[in-house]
């Protein structure tokens, strides 16, 4: 398995731009995961899908963010309009876990967005 | 108060060190604990998984959890230049959603 997959590896826009950022879980997984990361608050958790629905989306800081999952081997996640602080390191992880336990991730390679 | 405490570092030690890292956390609830190692430009890739307390050992790193303390650690055995990274605790629950510490550079110097 080629793991998750995220793209693109680096996306640079201005403000105001929508950004959509795109990832592939590994297969079999049914456990979706979009993290952001920066120097600042770490990794947090933005929202999570099990079975391509969205089980809880409280860490989505605005409603410029939004995050979709039409079929179990893709996912997107939408900035619009972007801002300069939205800038930071964007990871999807996949899972097996179940309600009542976790394995842990595996993490994609992340797409590093800056927003001028 | 966050939830997961974790000294960012940096630790530097000597190739051959043995590395003590740690977290600690406040909800009782956290019954999984996991430890990821994350490289310069990479993503976070799972090293050790830990359910409920106890120790687990894995070649050179053991996971140790004190859940009476609230307190978990990795420790690394016989430290290698390669394993200069930054390493993330992860808490979970139950299920889905892991929490995780602010993570500690590590820099292990040749």
């Known amino acids: 398995d080629a793991g998750v997959i995220q793209s693109p590896r680096h996306e640079v826009t201005e403000m105001g731009q929508e950004v959509t950022l795109r990832c592939k879980p590994i297969?079999?997984?049914?456990?979706l995961f979009w993290y952001r990361q920066t120097m600042m608050r770490g990794l947090e958790l933005l929202i999570y899908?099990?079975?391509?629905?969205?089980?809880?989306d409280s860490g989505m800081p605005e409603d410029r963010f939004s995050a979709k999952m039409p079929n179990a081997s893709f996912s997107t996640l939408k900035i619009q309009p972007s801002e300069p602080r939205d800038s930071a390191v964007y990871f999807c992880?996949?899972?097996?876990?179940?309600?009542?336990?976790?394995?842990?991730?595996?993490f994609g390679s992340g797409t590093r967005l800056t927003v001028v | 108060q966050k939830e997961v405490e974790q000294d960012p570092g940096p630790l530097s030690v000597p190739e051959g060190a043995i590395v003590s890292l740690n977290c600690t956390y406040s909800?009782?609830?956290?019954?999984?604990f996991m430890w990821y190692r994350q490289y310069s430009r990479k993503g976070p890739e799972l090293l050790m998984y830990?359910?409920?307390?106890g120790n687990k050992e894995d070649g050179r790193f053991t996971a140790q959890v004190d859940k009476s303390s609230k307190y978990i650690s990795l420790f690394i055995r016989d430290s290698q230049p390669s394993d200069s990274a930054t390493y993330l605790c992860?808490?979970?629950?139950?299920?889905?959603?892991?929490?995780f510490g602010a993570g500690t550079r590590l820099f292990v110097k040749a």
């Open positions: 992860g808490l979970t629950a139950g299920g889905f959603k892991t929490i």
């Open positions: 830990t359910y409920s307390s």
């Open positions: 297969s079999g997984h049914n456990s």
């Open positions: 899908f099990n079975n391509n629905v969205p089980i809880d």
């Open positions: 992880a996949s899972s097996s876990g179940t309600a009542t336990t976790n394995y842990g991730y595996t």
């Open positions: 909800n009782s609830a956290f019954q999984y």
